[in-house]
């Protein structure tokens, strides 16, 4: 077993795990909304994501709609289903919900896998990041001007972390607000918020919307990435690798959500520098195997995570 | 002798007319009547088990009752969510303290103001210079209020990080920060040293004085019903079976017979 | 006089008052309604293979399903990781069986007392200290999660992803009277998943165990002051949902007749779906809701494409869990 440095020390390679952690950064700011400050468990966020990304897609590839028309709309349609979903489950409470959350986003993999006609089946969909391409294409030319036109996955991580920063900006602002205040009143008791006339479930339903459309933005970005999107890019284990995220930055904390993505995607990539003889199917076992450790580590030993604060810390299941 | 169980005063400000909900085979709101003057002080008394906090769930909308009817300063309300009806100036407390321990004393008052629009995602479209302005005056309406219940040196703490009796106050006071017309209060000296009891008792009255709040109570120390009811409403297995002044219910037979009944179960 | 004693007893949850029958009654028609529509779009025949091949899924269903609603029942613990127990079961099993050349049964036991000492493990090293911590309820979710994919990626890990099978012979079927066919290892599917489910609702009913059991489950600090030794209860749940899921495990790979790593968390949702279907905390609901969802699933499967075989399964959760959360069968209660 050696360790093969020459590629930690190569720019590029920090570009494409920043990105990948920016994804999941927007992914779990939502997560971070829903769990952390409103108090609804919702395993099915990666459903959202594929809504988010399959609508972005299939817009651009079958509807011919201009790319950035597409991605609005993603959002949108990955809200409405974040609406309709919540509007059948945000009544159930705690595990209940997980359970129907996560079995909504089974059912939005199963129709990704057997609406083949609109969604390319397992085989996926690809050529859906034309615009995208030429976007990129003209922003390196800006880069090379400062001298990093080389770097081709640039284009992706300025625009993703921006979205994070943007993402970030606004609900930071919101929990600020006292429409944040009610959020976190019914985190902590929905019944004493009911009785001081706050409409709870319209609260909820709001932020799973808010989450979904977070989600879409956070697909939408992935499809860019791995330029082929099919149905097991949204599986189950993404929805909990967001939690790992999340309670590694710890609940509650919007910016602690960036510092557990960094630091869990850090870890992950570089575990495949770790030269193991070891194949691609175990090489990925090993990274889910760490997703695993961390979940369990913090949660054992550090509930509130690296930035929560234990006072405000409300572990309902 | 009291009068008839769930006879209505002049102008009451709640009726329930033969409410009930049964949780499987235990029918623990069994057909109650009883109505609530407006700028009363009642009380709502009997045996453990008797369906008190059942009721009080049933007519705030927490529950939704098998059958019967609520009416609330003249609108029906049956069946509607606990929110639309806290809106409608009817508030209650649990039995167990609800005070939000995960947010600031402070925090817990502005949540119950009743007039910031900014809770609504729409109401944050006007800009926040509008909602602050409104803030700021709920902030300063709530030291206030603090103030008269000894709280205010708490106002930046943790609700969490205040003792039993005070989070009973801080509910009191965040109740008066939503000023409701009507107040359910669900044991309100249950596990309060007598000091403060007496203090809670003599907020209930200056509150009725000033604002004109109508308050029903349910508690099980017959001495504080006693003296600070007008009028006094007695719940026996899931019904009302008697209502009236003070010291008219202590002498009621049926009265009596629930509460000793209660004790022949309780040692059998 | 009127000093009644003052208790500081909480309101009891909102148990909602599933009234019992009428979910039962509802099963029956609706079960009643689909074989009659069967049988009359499809004939008898179509319609009895497809209750035989119901009856198969539905074996391992129940099996996994009452050992989730056991630990459930018992620790109010939703278990992420069952599904995942279930694939280590058959990985063991199948270790034993195609690598190390075991016969079929035997490597089975292994299976099932390596999966219930693997509960019993976590029970020991994690559970057990958790709650002496007081630990919430999402702590313990998100460990169960957690555990999940540790367990899915040792296995990986060790036997890599490609698919693999157990050495038993696929291919021969026994006749059954009216031209109908079942596998034969489907047969003993069968044959010992209801064995061992008549042998577990035995036991649960009679024993002291069982009784213990129930008594945790309606309150466990309650049982415990009535001098339940609660740890050794729950430790016995443990290991009685391990090697439930152990047996559910080699069961559902040897009729399915593959074995990936993700198999057994394939499985979960349609776990979650009978378990709840039954009524979440009862095993026996669970049992009935992991027959029911069998047949669901198979029936289904002439109406609608059978790729959406697995859809069924969540969309009967979802609307479960909308339409009656306490489940449709057993007593209604635990929320
Ligand atoms: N959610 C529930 N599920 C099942 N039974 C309930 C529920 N709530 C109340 N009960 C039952 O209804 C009856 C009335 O209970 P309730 O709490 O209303 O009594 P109470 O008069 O408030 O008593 P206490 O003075 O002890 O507070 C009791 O037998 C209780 O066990
Ligand atoms: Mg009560």
Redesign the pocket.
């Known amino acids: 077993m050696t360790i093969d440095l020459t590629a930690l020390a190569a720019p590029d390679f920090w570009i494409g795990v920043g990105i990948v952690a920016g994804i999941y950064s927007i992914f779990s700011l939502g997560l971070q909304l829903n769990v952390g400050l409103t108090g609804i468990l919702n395993f099915g966020q990666a459903g959202f994501m594929a809504v988010g990304a399959y609508a972005m897609a299939i817009l651009i590839l079958r509807f011919h709609w201009p790319a950035p028309v597409a991605l609005a709309a993603s959002a949108a349609i990955a809200m409405l289903a974040g609406v309709v979903i919540g509007a059948a489950s945000l009544r159930l409470s705690g595990d209940y919900l997980a359970m129907a959350t996560i079995a909504a986003a089974q059912l939005v993999s199963g129709v990704a896998q057997n609406a083949a006609p609109l969604t390319g089946g397992n085989q996926g969909l690809l050529g859906y990041d034309a615009a995208w391409t030429t976007l990129a294409r003209w922003m390196l030319a800006r880069l090379s001007a400062v001298g990093l036109g080389d770097q081709s996955q640039l284009p992706l991580f300025i625009v993703t972390w921006a979205i994070f920063g943007l993402a970030l900006a606004l609900l930071t602002g919101l929990r600020g607000t006292p429409w944040g205040r009610v959020l976190r009143a019914i985190r902590e008791d929905e019944a004493a918020a009911a009785a001081l006339g706050k409409n709870v479930f319209a609260y909820k339903l709001q932020s799973l919307a808010i989450a979904a459309g977070l989600a879409a933005l956070a697909g939408d970005l992935l499809a860019l990435n791995i330029t082929l999107i099919y149905p097991q890019s949204f599986s189950a284990d993404v929805t909990f690798i967001g939690f790992a995220v999340l309670v590694l930055g710890g609940l509650g904390s919007f910016a602690g959500v960036a510092l557990g993505s960094v630091l869990l995607w850090s870890v992950l990539e570089a575990a495949s520098f770790v030269r193991l003889p070891l194949a691609a199917d175990k090489v990925a076992a090993v990274q889910m195997l760490i997703v695993g450790l961390v979940l369990i580590a913090v949660m054992v030993w550090r509930p509130e995570g690296l930035r929560g604060k234990r006072e405000e810390m409300v572990l309902r299941g | 002798m009291a009068s008839r169980p769930g006879a209505p005063g002049p102008a009451p400000i709640l009726e329930v007319r033969d409410l009930r909900r049964a949780?499987?085979g235990?029918r623990?709101?069994d057909r109650a009547s009883l109505a609530v003057e407006q700028g009363s002080i009642t009380a709502l008394i009997?045996?453990?088990?008797?369906?008190?906090?059942?009721?009080?769930?049933l007519v705030t909308g927490f529950?939704r009752p098998d059958a019967g009817d609520v009416v609330f300063a003249g609108r029906p309300v049956t069946g509607r969510p606990a929110h639309v009806i806290a809106r409608l100036g009817m508030m209650r407390t649990f039995?167990l303290t609800k005070a939000l321990g995960a947010m600031t004393v402070l925090d817990n008052m502005l949540l119950a103001a009743q007039d910031q629009p900014a809770e609504h995602l729409a109401g944050l479209l006007a800009g926040p210079a509008s909602w602050r302005r409104r803030e700021a005056a709920n902030r300063t309406r709530a030291l206030g209020i603090l103030e008269r219940f000894r709280l205010a040196a708490q106002a930046r703490a943790y609700a969490g990080t205040l003792s039993g009796g005070q989070r009973k106050l801080l509910e009191l006071a965040r109740l008066l920060m939503a000023a409701p017309r009507l107040v359910l209060l669900?044991?309100p000296l249950a596990g309060v040293n007598p000091v403060l009891g007496r203090e809670i008792l003599a907020h209930m009255h200056a509150l009725r004085r000033e604002r004109g709040m109508t308050f029903l109570f349910?508690e099980?120390d017959m001495e504080a019903v006693m003296n600070n009811a007008d009028v006094v409403i007695v719940?026996a297995q899931?019904r009302v079976i008697a209502r009236g002044r003070p010291r008219d219910v202590r002498r009621d037979a049926a009265v009596i017979d629930a509460y000793l009944g209660a004790h022949a179960e309780d040692t059998a | 006089m009127l000093n009644?004693a003052r208790?500081g007893?909480p309101?009891?949850?909102?148990?909602r008052?599933a009234a019992t029958g009428a979910g039962r009654r509802w099963v029956a028609a609706a079960c009643i309604a689909a074989l009659a529509a069967l049988l009359a779009s499809r004939g008898a025949e179509t319609a009895a293979q497809a209750t035989i091949n119901g009856l198969v899924t539905g074996t391992y269903f129940a099996l996994g399903a009452v050992g989730l609603s056991l630990v459930f029942g018992v620790l109010r613990l939703v278990n992420f990781a069952h599904g995942d127990m279930l694939t280590f079961g058959a990985y063991v099993a199948l270790f034993l069986n195609a690598g190390s050349g075991w016969p079929i049964v035997p490597a089975t036991l292994g299976g099932v007392l390596a999966t219930a000492a693997l509960a019993a493990a976590s029970e020991l090293a994690i559970w057990r200290p958790m709650r002496a911590r007081r630990a919430g309820g999402f702590q313990m979710l998100l460990i169960t999660v957690g555990l999940a994919f540790v367990i899915r990626n040792c296995i990986q890990l060790a036997a890599g992803a490609d698919p693999l099978q157990l050495r038993l012979d696929v291919t021969s079927a026994v006749a059954l009277p009216g031209g109908l066919r079942i596998g034969t290892v489907e047969l003993w599917v069968v044959v010992a998943g209801l064995g061992a489910l008549l042998a577990v609702a035995t036991l649960l009913r009679y024993g002291r165990l069982g009784k213990e059991m129930r008594a945790l489950a309606d309150n466990l600090s309650l049982a415990e002051v009535a001098g339940i030794d609660t740890r050794r209860v729950i430790l016995a749940t443990w290991l009685f949902a391990g090697a439930l899921a152990g047996l559910a495990g080699v069961l559902s790979s040897a009729a399915a007749g593959i074995l990936t790593p993700n198999f057994g968390f394939q499985l979960l949702l349609s776990l979650f779906a009978a378990t709840i279907l039954g009524g979440i905390g009862n095993a026996y609901g669970a049992l009935a809701g992991g027959l029911l969802l069998g047949f669901a699933e198979e029936w289904s499967a002439l109406f609608v494409d059978a790729r959406w075989k697995l859809a069924v399964g969540f969309v009967i959760l979802i609307l479960t869990l909308l339409v009656r959360p306490n489940g449709l069968l057993g007593r209604p209660a635990l929320k």
């Open positions: 949780f499987g235990v623990a709101v009997g045996p453990n088990g008797a369906g008190k906090t059942t009721l009080f769930n529950l039995q669900d044991e349910i099980h719940m899931g | 009644a208790s007893t309101p009891p949850a909102d148990a008052a």
